[in-house]
């Protein structure tokens, strides 16, 4: 029983994460909405893509700061990315961030995301996972930071 209700919790994981897009899923919650409506942020389309979208367009970097937002590349457990705003600094590997639908239909406020890369560019990253009430295991590969510009 244990087995199944894990397959079915990671299923729903898949789906939901898979829900950062702009386009094709319609839930009442979405991180790429969320981000452009408390950022301003005027990028629309698949998570992952805003990256490309915000050269020229927004600077961008791979140091964090309040009102960024923090970009993951797409991988298969999310297709298409996903976008968390920097709430605050908590030291040079890690940030506070506000984003919608990590954890299934909810807005998480204030969860903590932890560079654990090499270099400490932010190219890859662990974040909270409120239902165990500690850091998730998966480490996600993130393009950076699109930064705040007022």
């Known amino acids: 029983m244990k087995a199944v209700l894990a397959r079915a919790v990671a299923g729903g994981l898949l789906l939901s994460l898979a829900a950062c897009a702009g386009g094709g899923w319609h839930g009442a919650v979405q991180c790429a909405p969320y981000a452009r409506e408390i950022t301003h942020v005027q990028l629309s389309g698949d998570a992952a893509s805003w990256w490309g979208q915000a050269r020229g367009r927004y600077p961008r970097g791979s140091a964090p700061a309040p009102g960024a937002v923090l970009v993951f590349r797409s991988t298969g457990r999310l297709p298409a990315g996903h976008v968390s705003v920097v709430r605050a600094v908590r030291g040079p590997r890690e ?26 560019d932010w190219s890859r990253v ?25």
């Open 126 to 150: 662990k974040v909270w996972w409120s239902p165990i009430h500690d850091m998730g295991k998966t480490v996600y590969p993130a393009y950076g930071f699109i930064l705040p510009t007022g």
């Open 95 to 120: 940030v506070l961030v506000d984003q919608a639908n990590w954890v299934p239909g909810r807005i998480g406020h204030g969860e903590p995301v932890v560079d654990v890369s090499g270099r400490n």
